[in-house]
């Protein structure tokens, strides 16, 4: 570490030890700064379904050094196909590889998100202290630090507290004025969980579409097992509220909804018993007008979550993590202006991320009954006769991201 970063080195909390909390503490510590991760549950949360880079999100692997490691652990999914009753592909949609343009439905960089997790965690290990078990409870600040109050009773003193702790997070509820709503709801739910792998479940992921805005999703991430997603068009109270009750009520919600759907349902509600988690979520993004406040700042998730169906969840907090890093070492004597700049070089980005979200176009690949479930299917049959999605993605000048550029940190990520 050079002697102008010992000077500007800042004591530093991130709450949250998911993609964007370990990505905020591979770069700040290669800043020169001290890093403490805090992560509420007990052990590293190496789990979760798979997930995906695109775009900006690659280069910000490749910057880190660490995409020859992502590489040596993507999942193998070559394409999705739109599947009837019998398990039939009606349409197929492949993925990308050409390197050039933009990612179909599947990206070339299919990844398990425990898989992505254990590469950021050791990536850090060595130069971030890790705190398990552990959560920020609450806390307060002046203009010269921000004292934090564990979940443990204890507390602490730091430079700057980020708030890495998801869409739901805590350190938001308590940043943001009483009574504001930062969640955009587009009418949709979802749940994940893992079954065994079947002979028939190939690469390609299978959509199967059930009358009622219902969808059910299969992909197989290894010899042994697959992950099932059901997915439906519900705005009710009774939807929203399941994902905060038990997980029993939870999975007993989800199978009443889909029970006698057809294909392989009954399979996938029977495994739901023995699967190692169960996950259920209403697809919401998180949108603010502001990120931080004094010394405290808002990242992830926690700050613009884009939603699984933006394809640039992943990609975007890896993306905001190196912009958040760079301007706290370039700005290390002036966290004001930091935060600011933060805010200014990133939202244009989220904004573009965000607003692939359209809740009409997701509408439409969720029909209401069986004779839009055929005009889609034959309309997807026939662009995928004529190469149309593979065309299309392949000459795309840009990818979700847009022509957003990833800055250039060159001083302030190196030690």
């Not at 599947?83 to 990308?96: L, Q, W, Y």
């Not at 149309?388 to 800055?407: C, T």
Request: charge should be neutral; include cysteine; charged fraction near 25%.
């Amino acid at each position: 570490m050079t002697d102008k970063l010992a000077k500007r080195s800042l004591r530093i909390l991130v709450a949250g030890g998911g993609v964007a909390g370990q990505a905020l503490a591979f770069w700040l510590t290669r800043g020169g700064h001290q890093v403490t991760v805090v992560e509420r549950f007990p052990a590293l949360r190496a789990s979760g379904a798979q997930v995906d880079l695109r775009g900006q999100g690659i280069e910000a692997v490749e910057r880190m050094g660490l995409l020859e490691s992502v590489r040596s652990r993507l999942v193998d999914e070559a394409g999705v196909a739109f599947v009837d009753s019998r398990g039939k592909p009606k349409a197929t949609i492949m993925a990308n590889t050409s390197g050039k343009g933009r990612q179909t439905l599947t990206s070339e960089y299919e990844i398990m998100r425990g898989d992505l997790v254990r590469i950021l965690h050791d990536a850090t290990k060595n130069d971030t202290e890790y705190v398990f078990g552990k959560g920020v409870d609450g806390f307060d600040q002046d203009e010269h630090r921000v004292t934090v109050h564990f979940s443990d009773g204890t507390s602490g003193e730091y430079d700057l507290l980020v708030g890495a702790d998801g869409q739901g997070s805590r350190t938001r509820r308590a940043l943001l004025p009483e009574g504001f709503d930062p969640y955009w709801r587009v009418g949709i739910h979802m749940a994940y969980w893992f079954v065994p792998r079947i002979a028939s479940d190939s690469t390609i992921r299978d959509t199967y579409m059930v009358p009622g805005g219902r969808q059910i999703m299969r992909r197989s991430h290894n010899s042994t097992e697959t992950q099932v997603y059901f997915v439906m068009r519900e705005e009710s109270a009774e939807a929203s509220a399941i994902q905060r009750a038990p997980v029993e009520q939870q999975q007993k919600f989800w199978a009443d909804r889909f029970r006698g759907a057809g294909w392989q349902t009954e399979l996938f509600v029977e495994g739901m018993k023995n699967s190692p988690f169960f996950y259920s979520q209403e697809i919401a993004q998180v949108r603010t007008d502001t990120w931080s406040k004094g010394r405290v700042v808002l990242a992830g998730d926690a700050a613009h979550c884009a939603s699984p169906y933006s394809g640039m969840g992943i990609s975007g907090g890896l993306v905001g993590a190196y912009v958040l890093a760079g301007e706290i070492t370039r700005h290390a004597d002036d966290l004001p202006t930091a935060l600011a700049n933060y805010d200014r070089v990133l939202r244009p980005f989220v904004d573009r991320i965000q607003a692939e979200v359209n809740p009409r176009v997701l509408r439409v690949g969720m029909p209401m009954n069986k004779h839009a479930i055929s005009a889609f299917q034959n309309a997807t049959a026939l662009a995928c006769f004529f190469h149309i999605p593979d065309l299309v993605a392949r000459f795309s000048k840009e990818d979700r991201g847009g022509d957003w550029q990833l800055p250039a940190y060159a001083d302030a990520h190196a030690a």
